[in-house]
């Protein structure tokens, strides 16, 4: 479910009967991408990789690339699993039983209402609480200067440094940051902050898009890098809500926001590191 929506992925974990194992599924669901993610990394696998060869082998490039990153988040997800279970979350892990039931008819109806009140409803319910105020704060930080610099290149010059060790840029760790309300503003934030408008910037035309992301110094380490971060990274801000009204605890969804992000600014460090090693070599 995890695919689909993290919250609801992390909703889903409730039928799990081990409290130990139901926290571990918790805490790594977010390893997996959401279908908000997916339209961000198909986008930047078609203009930087597919670009590489073109035609028909550019777009098998981009798509073996895509499952690439999925098949990492499913790696992630295994690891740290193994890694919680191991360390903080220690236990014996529980029996599995499955009996068949007796064949009953379904009850479409009852079926339907479950899945809207319990999962859909629930979902976009907190999703809209926070999407709101959010985007107050996005418009404010475009609109408010200070000594002639708005508020969000202030931001994107403070992550800067930390933003080169991983071989991105200042404004990609902003605009990752100020879309925690929803993975899918991450790409009109960037877009705005290159273009130096006011408000979201939506543009359809991925040839378009992959201009003004050369322009501002995109390189095919950066598409990769950010392919990875867009991966590994904390969880959107309604999948962590949910995670503390399922655990009852703000801990678990700190470590839920921790443990994806240090996994990514790890990863990024070492391709840069790699990557600038070979070069030199060359």
Same mark, same amino acid.
């Given at each position: 479910?995890?695919?689909?929506?993290?919250?609801?992925?992390?909703?889903?974990?409730?039928?799990?009967?081990?409290?130990?194992?139901?926290?571990?599924?918790?805490?790594?669901?977010?390893?997996?991408?959401?279908?908000?993610?997916?339209?961000?990394?198909?986008?930047?696998?078609?203009?930087?990789?597919?670009?590489?060869?073109?035609?028909?082998?550019?777009?098998?490039?981009?798509?073996?690339?895509?499952?690439?990153?999925?098949?990492?988040?499913?790696?992630?997800?295994?690891?740290?699993?193994?890694?919680?279970?191991?360390?903080?979350? %220690?236990?014996?892990?529980?029996?599995?039983?499955?009996?068949?039931?007796?064949?009953?008819?379904?009850?479409?109806?009852?079926?339907?209402?479950?899945?809207?009140?319990?999962?859909?409803?629930?979902?976009?319910?907190?999703?809209?609480?926070?999407?709101?105020?959010?985007?107050?704060?996005?418009?404010?930080?475009?609109?408010? $200067?200070?000594?002639?610099?708005?508020?969000?290149?202030?931001?994107?010059?403070?992550? $800067?440094?930390?933003?080169?060790?991983?071989?991105?840029?200042?404004?990609?760790?902003?605009?990752?940051?100020?879309?925690?309300?929803?993975?899918?503003?991450?790409?009109?934030?960037?877009?705005?902050?290159?273009?130096?408008?006011?408000?979201?910037?939506?543009?359809?035309?991925?040839?378009?898009?992959?201009?003004?992301?050369?322009?501002?110094?995109?390189?095919?380490?950066?598409?990769?890098?950010?392919?990875?971060?867009?991966?590994?990274?904390?969880?959107?801000?309604?999948?962590?809500?949910?995670? %503390?009204?399922?655990?009852?605890?703000?801990?678990?969804?700190?470590?839920?926001?921790?443990?994806?992000?240090?996994?990514?600014?790890?990863?990024?460090?070492?391709?840069?590191?790699?990557?600038?090693?070979?070069?030199?070599?060359?």
């Amino acid at each position: 479910m995890g695919f689909g929506c993290n919250a609801a992925g992390v909703v889903g974990c409730r039928i799990i009967d081990s409290p130990r194992e139901k926290l571990i599924a918790i805490l790594t669901n977010s390893f997996v991408p959401c279908n908000g993610r997916f339209p961000f990394l198909i986008t930047i696998s078609s203009i930087f990789i597919a670009g590489l060869c073109g035609g028909f082998t550019g777009s098998l490039l981009s798509t073996f690339t895509v499952l690439f990153i999925i098949l990492l988040g499913v790696f992630f997800t295994l690891f740290i699993s193994k890694v919680l279970s191991k360390t903080i979350l %220690k236990g014996l892990p529980s029996s599995f039983v499955l009996e068949l039931p007796p064949y009953r008819k379904p009850q479409l109806g009852s079926i339907l209402i479950r899945s809207i009140l319990d999962r859909t409803l629930f979902v976009l319910g907190r999703a809209i609480a926070v999407a709101a105020p959010s985007g107050i704060v996005i418009w404010v930080l475009a609109n408010l $200067t200070i000594g002639g610099c708005n508020l969000l290149d202030l931001i994107a010059n403070f992550f $800067t440094p930390l933003a080169h060790l991983m071989g991105l840029d200042g404004y990609i760790l902003t605009a990752f940051i100020l879309g925690i309300p929803a993975n899918e503003i991450v790409l009109p934030i960037l877009l705005m902050s290159y273009l130096k408008t006011n408000s979201l910037v939506r543009i359809e035309d991925t040839f378009y898009i992959g201009q003004i992301l050369v322009q501002n110094g995109w390189t095919l380490l950066t598409a990769i890098n950010v392919m990875i971060f867009a991966l590994l990274h904390f969880p959107c801000s309604t999948t962590l809500i949910t995670i %503390k009204k399922e655990t009852g605890s703000i801990k678990w969804s700190i470590l839920s926001f921790i443990l994806p992000t240090i996994c990514g600014i790890i990863l990024c460090m070492c391709t840069t590191a790699i990557w600038n090693f070979v070069h030199f070599l060359c």
